[in-house]
């Protein structure tokens, strides 16, 4: 009851997080408004204790700037800008035990410093993407979480069990993969940087969104059937799934055979004589999408190669074949005059 009707006349303001030790009756207590502040942010500790006739020695590093008030059992230090990053408040009171009774209270520091990767600026549906965000300089490290939300949803925490060196700036960083899909078009990523108070509870300090901006582009397709010399072979390109201004073109080397424009999908074709010397020839099928309401950026272009592959006969194998086929033409006229010599004579005889 003392205690806290000592409070409530003398503590200079409300101090929310404390520290309190009780040995053999006595009472030490350190109460800070947070625990975790900003880097040039003010901050306020009050330490306190139950001896009527107390000692209390109150002690900060060299060149820690604060305002202190005081009263027989209590000292209060205003810090109107704090200016290191390891920020350690302690109280020390001695009463009728010479042996002084210490009391600790470590405080968080942070800055609002957070940066996430600049992605594309529209991303392509079906392909895997990183985003990585960097969080602000926070001591200990231990003490920061990151985690990327999608819209209201969690995607992935990410923290740190080392508390790290107070003169090493080294930044945290979560990186998150994932596939865009249309349903990632117009929704905000954010990365959220939070402070870990204890108890379960957190303070949130700073964030970073990014609104993503997706378009369909499936490859392109290309057919070219293999074919027997002389025969016709139709070669075809088309491109199944676009949203934007789609221009398809089929390419021999940087001749264009035939091209088409579309806003959704498209099938183009072309069609040559098989002949030998077009065999191992190559055909591009070569899309271009002018992504809608994107004037600022480049077409995207993809490509496709097919060969075709004509089934035909040598030089060697053609003069064999006339070969071949001319001796059977020259057996078969010799059978065929044999015949006739041979009826001719039956003829003779019978008359």
Excluded at 52 to 74: A, D, L
Excluded at 85 to 93: E, G, K, Y
Excluded at 253 to 271: A, F, M
Excluded at 322 to 351: M, R
Aim: hydrophobic share 35%; proline share 4%.
């Amino acid at each position: 009851m003392f205690l806290s009707s000592m409070y409530n006349n003398i503590i200079p303001s409300v101090l929310a997080f404390w520290i309190q030790t009780t040995v053999t009756g006595l009472e030490v207590l350190i109460n800070v408004n947070s625990t975790a502040v900003e880097f040039g942010g003010a901050i306020e500790m009050n330490c306190s204790t139950t001896c009527p006739k107390p000692t209390i020695n109150v002690e900060h590093k060299p060149g820690v700037n604060f305002i202190r008030t005081k009263g027989i059992t209590w000292y209060h230090d205003y810090f109107p800008s704090v200016q290191k990053w390891d920020l350690t408040l302690a109280c020390s009171v001695k009463c009728l035990d010479p042996q002084p009774k210490d009391v600790k209270e470590y405080v968080t520091v942070y800055n609002r410093e957070i940066s996430i990767t600049l992605l594309p600026e529209v991303l392509e549906i079906n392909r895997t993407y990183s985003l990585e965000c960097i969080g602000p300089r926070v001591y200990p490290n231990n003490k920061l979480i990151l985690t990327w939300l999608r819209g209201s949803e969690i995607l992935q925490r990410n923290s740190t069990g080392e508390p790290g060196s107070v003169d090493e700036d080294k930044r945290l960083r979560n990186v998150f993969n994932f596939i865009a899909s249309r349903s990632d078009d117009g929704q905000e990523y954010t990365c959220l940087a939070e402070v870990d108070l204890g108890s379960q509870t957190t303070k949130s300090i700073t964030n970073s969104s990014i609104t993503l901006q997706t378009y369909a582009f499936s490859s392109p397709e290309i057919q070219v059937p293999t074919s027997q010399e002389g025969n016709l072979v139709n070669i075809t390109c088309r491109v199944l799934n676009v949203s934007g201004d789609l221009e398809l073109r089929l390419k021999n080397g940087n001749d264009i055979l035939v091209n088409g424009s579309s806003s959704t999908g498209l099938t183009i074709s072309h069609t040559v004589e098989a002949q030998a010397k077009l065999d191992g020839q190559q055909y591009i099928c070569e899309a271009e999408l002018k992504l809608q309401d994107q004037s600022m950026t480049s077409p995207v272009i993809k490509q496709q190669v097919g060969t075709l592959h004509v089934l035909y006969q040598t030089t060697a194998r053609r003069l064999a074949a006339k070969i071949i086929g001319l001796s059977s033409v020259v057996i078969i006229a010799g059978e065929l005059l044999f015949i006739t010599i041979i009826y001719c004579i039956k003829q003779n005889k019978k008359k």
